[in-house]
């Protein structure tokens, strides 16, 4: 059994006049890859957002430790150099900062990623051409003008270079098209083979998982985590949709509709 990396533990959390998370929990393993599914505004992004630390969001109770230790007032910068990261549905545009340098310069926060200059070149040449990404970018302005496809392998990028412990994939595959969705699974599939980091990815599109072997399954509803199971449990989801979830989450309640009983009893 993989040891705990991530223990999120009944956490309720929301904006300063909404509440959107009501006492999650979520273990994560190192090393381990965990899918969260469930119907829009369910606050799977917002539950991603608040592991990273962002402020928007006001954890009102719960814990959430990683590495052993409690983070849940750390800032987001400080949880990235623990090594979390977060991929955005939409990665804001960054006007003036070129985006060599800004890679540059969280990989310099970070000693362990330390190297001189023309050995990071390399590396990050070498990423990009993974990743099939013209080299161009890296002196164009961060995310200025690019489309949503090259956004994502932007993100990519970042992943592989940064090598975090955890990767949060927020709607990765969101918008894109049949060839940037497999640079991108490719991608993804490289961070879990050179890095052997653990995953949550948050999605709809179960097209992105045909590559990875997933461990664990989530389903969150009205912002309760309301079922849990094996890889198996997406093949389900696909199958079924989630309106027995839904039924089953109106108060809270564990779901138990599951074929083999995967999300009552097995997440108990």
């Keep these: 059994m993989a040891s705990q990396l991530l223990n999120v533990s009944a956490l309720s959390a929301g904006t300063e ?14 090393g381990e890859c965990h899918v969260l599914m469930g119907p829009n505004g369910a606050g799977k992004s917002t539950l991603g957002h608040v592991i990273m630390g962002d402020p928007v969001y006001r954890v ?26 977060l991929s955005y549905q939409a990665p804001v545009e960054v006007p003036g900062v070129p985006l060599y ?18 050995k990071f070149r390399e590396r990050v040449g070498q ?6 990404l013209d080299q161009s970018f890296l002196m164009r302005e961060l995310n200025v003008g690019f489309s949503g496809g090259e956004k994502k392998k932007i993100e990519m990028l970042q992943l592989l270079l940064l090598q975090p412990k955890l990767a949060i994939l927020d709607e990765t595959d969101s918008g894109l098209d049949v060839d940037a969705l497999g640079i991108v699974s490719r991608g993804i599939q490289a961070y879990r083979e050179q890095v052997g980091g653990a995953l949550i990815v948050i999605t709809h599109n179960t097209r992105i998982l045909e590559r990875l072997e997933v461990d664990r399954t989530h389903v969150m509803v009205k912002g309760r985590m309301v079922a849990e199971g094996p890889a198996e449990l997406i093949a389900d989801i ?26 009552a009893g097995d997440a108990q």
Excluded: M, Y
């Design 238 to 263: 696909d199958a079924h949709g989630f309106e027995r979830f839904e039924r089953g989450g109106q108060g809270g309640e564990k779901c138990d509709e599951c074929p083999g009983c995967p999300v």
């Design 17 to 30: 006049d909404k509440p959107i998370l009501h006492e999650v929990d979520l273990a994560v393993g190192e």
């Design 60 to 85: 009102s109770s719960g814990r959430i430790s990683f590495a052993g230790e409690d983070v849940t007032e750390l800032t987001a910068d400080k949880r990235s150099l623990a090594g979390i990261f």
């Design 101 to 118: 340098s800004f890679l540059r310069t969280i990989c310099q926060k970070r000693p362990e990623l330390k190297t001189t200059a023309r």
């Design 127 to 132: 990423i990009a051409d993974q990743l099939e």
